[in-house]
């Protein structure tokens, strides 16, 4: 590994420790996200990781943009994978159904598969929270099985509704809030994936890894969740 810092803003460096996506990178991640945390202490505005990058904002009035390059560098001298399993592991319960995760169908014809299987392989693995964006407690997740990886809609839906499951390409995520969004939908969640009084907003951080457990609809219901089909909160 030999990362690489590229300038993203006067005040912003992007550091490139990777360049393909792999579920084995992110150990190396989340120890130079620490060590960079610990390197800039309070001239760290904010520390972005990615699939493969962590973008450093840092205060331009502390440092500037070559001290920020040497504190990097310092950084990761001798860095060394964080242990496996460091992050929380959630569990969340998933409606998997036509009237919520339309592209089921879509799914099962593109791998050959019967949808009960689709649902099977899909909640058959432990995801590792790679990054937030998109929206708050947006988690990107991956990755799934390549027979379901699935390209995201050529025409994204102007109403997706919290709590959707779905896939895009070999990643998979929850919708958080109702949005638009053009991923393959799947399913839907009752867990409650973002709330301004938790610390940190977002229930899922990077590091994390999550399981996806098919429910019935009453048990759906019961979690809290809402069953209106898609089309009818279009």
């Not at 992007?14 to 990178?25: P, S």
């Not at 949808?115 to 407690?137: K, N, W």
């Not at 867990?191 to 429910?215: C, H, I, K």
Request: charged residues 20%.
């Amino acid at each position: 590994m030999k990362p690489r810092i590229e300038v993203v803003a006067i005040d912003c460096l992007m550091v490139r420790l990777f360049d393909a996506i792999a579920e084995a990178n992110m150990p190396w991640m989340l120890a130079a996200a620490q060590r960079l945390r610990e390197g800039f202490g309070a001239a760290l505005v904010d520390l972005v990781p990615s699939y493969t990058t962590l973008m450093v904002h840092y205060d331009l009035i502390a440092l500037s943009p070559a001290q920020a390059r040497e504190l990097i560098d310092h950084a990761l001298t001798d860095l060394q994978p964080q242990a496996q399993g460091s992050g929380q592991c959630h569990v969340l319960p998933v409606w998997y159904d036509l009237s919520v995760g339309p592209e089921l169908t879509l799914l099962s014809q593109r791998s050959g598969l019967a949808v009960d299987d689709v649902i099977r392989l899909h909640s058959a693995h432990e995801y590792q929270v790679f990054a937030l964006g998109f929206a708050p407690g947006f988690a990107f997740m991956g990755l799934v099985d390549e027979v379901l990886a699935s390209p995201r809609l050529s025409t994204p839906r102007k109403r997706v509704a919290a709590g959707s499951v779905g896939i895009a390409e070999r990643q998979t995520a929850a919708y958080p809030v109702v949005s638009p969004g053009g991923w393959n939908l799947i399913g839907r969640t009752p867990a409650n994936l973002f709330d301004r009084a938790r610390d940190g907003y977002s229930l899922m951080q990077p590091g994390d890894t999550v399981r996806f457990e098919a429910v019935s609809r009453a048990e759906f219901i019961n979690l809290g969740g809402d069953d209106t089909p898609l089309e009818a909160q279009a």
